[in-house]
């Protein structure tokens, strides 16, 4: 076994470091830090984006065909772990989950249009998938696309379709025959936000974070807006679920701020002039995030590695994203017991942008547990396809 | 980046596991429930197949392969709860014989201990100290040699080794000895542990040991211990992580087959949650000992023993958890003595405080942690 990165790919992870710090300009940094452009849209960060379009890293593991350079999942996660350490809003379900998959499947138009302008970083996707009677159970949906001569005649709502104030499709899937198994009646759509038809409501969540409720009514498409094959689009929101669930909880951002907790613990005084850092609770809590984040970080190499064998168990995808999440929480707690009540303080109040982190990633994180697939269903898969145990009702 | 064993690691792995198993069914290891845990004939068995002398180099009789080998063996005797000395023997024991001391000691002892001929077993630990890195026993020099007086406790099998290695605060720093287990002064007393292991309190009064029997010194025995203690930790991990995974399958198999309600047990979502957290458990705990038993070879001193005390923390946290959560989904058969269960579950507890249990090792961490960040910021 070699458990840590070869020369080369500690090479790459330097290299990516660095370009990220020279992408990182006082503009954007600044852009990022204003109350409502944390999670992207800014001229700024549309400007960071293109320039990682341009330099290759967006098509970085997509396939050669589609224009990619079929990076190792390993290489792919060494830069998904350096950006999301960053805490650019990066579109991983734009870049990883649809683009690849329209590229596959989609008609002329599409991939020179949508794929085409996510590989230079000039589009980005919102994902059009929960409605408010399908979450869980997605293959409950009931936005409908009725077929009407060379066009499709779609209406329904679509709930949480966050980064929809600035995308610019849905990735929408509508049910397109009524009568078949649910699951087999859903087809894809890429929907663009300026369509006649289209709307949205802001919903405002806990964490200050904005996602929508959105509107299709009689919006008309043409059928090159379609997808893949009438009513196979099951298939195509399932293909990429491993590498989203993989992108949710890299253990990057979680060991950074750890990592700048300890070194404000080590560079702080109390009052009694004795170091934050010596205190005995202190250490102990630094120690028990690092024992977590160790296995973290070990969780999402071996999936990598695996993804690269094409041994990845379907059990594997399921135990990193509960076990990454749930830590997540526990982490903030953790650190935010060490910071003290400063951390409580809305991170706009903090000169420091770690502080406001904590306090911003605390509120944010509670929705890692039930977002992308709710733990409790992949501790289901876990134990059907880990440990073969019979399912219940499901 | 690489988490695949070698072919001849799997050969190793097969043929551990075959020998092992052979031994070791359940009525098998009734035989052992009362008495003294130790299975010699399968002790000879492992011996004969070249097995103990795994990680013994092979000018000194054994197969030379490195220490990940002789884990996926410790790993195995978990798997089976088998009733032999296996860290105290061929990880703390033999591998700090063969890594610190000079070519005369080896060849003397190594070939015998991977043959099976000879049991050496480390009683490095202190009274109140679960480590090896502390000493309150002293040793005197005396005009031939060595004087050693003081106590050594939770010694495993130390009335069947042959020879004992043993540590002792000198005036100059700690020292390392070696001397036969029936040396006029060594006295010892049998406690049998929660796991039915006999373990030995030795009162050492005026033992007289040779220039020659003082193996290690000053600043190499400190770190021979320390590293020693790196190894056995991660050993010990790989121990628990055997046990651990069989806890977690055999819960998974009974529950898939057991009915009530006229369903199987499994079907519950409590139930199929429950054993999946145990499953999450068990992979983190895999995928850290495997860390930790790279680290002791491949990384820097500071990185190893943070990694061993993370796997450490992980197997007791593990362990206790799947070990419980294995029991309450049995049922009654969890606990009861005729199905194979309860000796994982009295194993998993006992190495859990073994060498470091969890509130000391994140302990240790934290201080690690503290002068690392300290460091940098100086």
Redesign the interface.
């Known amino acids: ?6 020369a080369e ?1 500690k090479a790459l992870q330097q290299e990516i470091k660095h370009y990220l710090n020279q992408l990182f300009t006082p503009e954007l940094t600044a852009e990022l830090a204003a109350a409502g452009a944390e999670e992207g849209g800014g001229p700024e960060f549309r400007k960071a984006l293109r320039k990682l379009g341009e330099d290759g890293y967006i098509s970085m593991s997509w396939p050669k065909e589609l224009g990619g350079n079929e990076a190792s999942a ?1 290489d792919q996660y060494i830069f998904t772990e350096e950006i999301i350490r960053t805490g650019f809003p990066y579109p991983f379900l734009t870049t990883e989950a649809c683009g690849p998959v329209m590229a596959q499947h989609a008609s002329e138009l599409v991939r020179e249009t949508v794929v085409k302008g996510i590989l230079k970083g000039e589009v980005v996707v919102a994902i059009g998938y929960s409605e408010p009677g399908a979450g869980t159970d997605l293959a409950a949906l009931q936005t409908k696309a009725v077929r009407d001569g060379d066009e499709w005649v779609i209406n329904g709502q679509k709930i949480w379709t966050s980064l929809a104030e600035y995308s610019d499709y849905v990735w929408l899937a509508a049910r397109t025959d009524p009568d078949a198994p649910k699951h087999k009646g859903i087809t894809m759509f890429v929907v663009p936000t300026d369509a006649v038809g289209f709307s949205m409501s802001p919903i405002w969540t806990l964490g200050s974070v904005r996602t929508n409720a959105t509107f299709y009514e009689n919006i008309r498409l043409k059928d090159e807006w379609r997808v893949g094959d009438v009513n196979q689009g099951w298939k195509l929101i399932t293909g990429q679920l491993n590498r989203e669930r993989l992108s949710l909880v890299t253990h990057g951002q979680a060991e950074e701020l750890y990592l700048r907790v ?2 404000w ?3 702080t005084e109390t009052a009694n002039g004795e ?1 934050i ?2 205190r ?1 609770w ?3 809590n ?3 995030v ?2 977590g984040l ?2 973290l970080k ?2 999402c ?2 999936q ?3 993804m690269d ?1 094409g041994t990845l168990q379907m ?2 995808a399921s ?1 990193a994203k ?2 990454g999440t749930e830590f997540f929480l526990e982490n903030y707690r953790l650190l935010m017991e060490i910071v003290g009540q400063a951390s409580t303080l809305r991170r706009d109040e903090h000169g420091d942008a770690l502080m406001g982190a904590l306090e911003h990633r605390y509120r944010t994180g509670s929705i890692l547990t039930f977002g992308g697939g709710t733990n ?1 269903v ?3 898969i ?3 396809a ?8 499901l | ?5 070698t072919e001849d690691q799997r050969d190793v792995q097969a043929l551990a596991r075959k020998i092992i198993e052979d031994y070791c069914s359940n009525e098998q290891l009734r035989e052992f429930d009362q008495g003294e845990r130790f299975d010699e004939a399968l002790w000879q068995e492992l011996g004969k197949a070249g097995l103990l002398g795994i990680a013994i180099e092979e000018q000194y009789g054994g197969m030379g392969f490195d220490f ?1 080998t002789l884990c996926l063996l410790v790993e195995e005797v978990g798997r089976c709860v088998a009733p032999l000395p296996i860290v105290p023997s061929l990880v703390l024991a033999a591998l700090l014989v063969q890594r610190f001391a000079h070519s005369e000691v080896k060849n003397n002892v190594l070939p015998d201990v991977a043959s099976g001929k000879s049991m050496l077993i480390a009683a490095l630990g202190d009274v109140d100290d679960c480590g090896v890195l502390s000493s309150r026993m002293q040793a005197k020099r005396v005009d031939s040699g060595w004087k050693l007086d003081g106590e050594k406790r939770f010694v495993p099998f130390a009335s069947r080794a042959q020879l004992l290695l043993v540590s002792a605060q000198t005036d100059d720093g700690v020292g390392v000895y070696l001397l036969p287990s029936d040396s006029s002064g060594v006295s010892m007393q049998r406690h049998t542990s929660t796991a039915g292991e006999y373990q030995y309190s030795l009162a050492l009064e005026n033992v007289r040991l040779s220039n020659q029997q003082c193996i290690l010194s000053g600043e190499q025995a400190a770190s021979a211990l320390f590293e020693v203690n790196n190894l056995g930790v991660a050993a010990t991990c790989a121990q628990i992580l055997g046990i651990c995974d069989v806890m ?2 055999t819960t ?1 198999a009974y ?2 087959e057991r009915e009530q309600f006229g ?2 047990v ?4 409590a ?3 429950r ?3 145990s ?2 458990d068990v ?2 705990l895999r ?2 000992t ?2 930790a ?3 002791v070879e ?2 820097a001193s500071q990185e190893a023993l ?2 061993c ?2 796997a450490k ?2 197997a007791g946290d593990a362990g206790h958890r799947v070990s419980h959560a294995s029991q309450h989904l049995h049922g009654g058969m969890g606990v009861d003595r005729d199905y194979s269960l309860w000796r994982y579950c009295l194993w998993a507890k006992q190495l859990e405080l073994t060498l470091g249990n969890s509130a000391e090792s ?2 240790r ?3 690690e ?2 002068e690392e ?2 460091a ?2 100086q």
């Open positions: 076994m070699q458990i840590e990165f070869s790919q390993i300890a070194r613990a080590a560079s170091m850092i010596d005995a202190v250490r102990s630094l120690a028990k690092r024992v160790e296995a070990l969780v190499w071996k990598a590695w695996a064998k059990a594997d135990v509960v076990y409790e992949q501790r289901e876990i134990a059907g880990g440990l073969w145990m019979p399912r219940g009702r | 980046m690489n988490f695949e064993l990940e977690l399958r998974a529950t898939s369903v199987k499994a079907t519950f979502q139930v199929g949650q054993a999946a957290d499953y999450i992979e983190c995928l850290v495997q860390k038993i790279y680290a491949h990384e943070a990694a005390l993370v923390i992980w994140t302990e961490l934290g201080q942690i503290a960040f300290k940098l910021e």
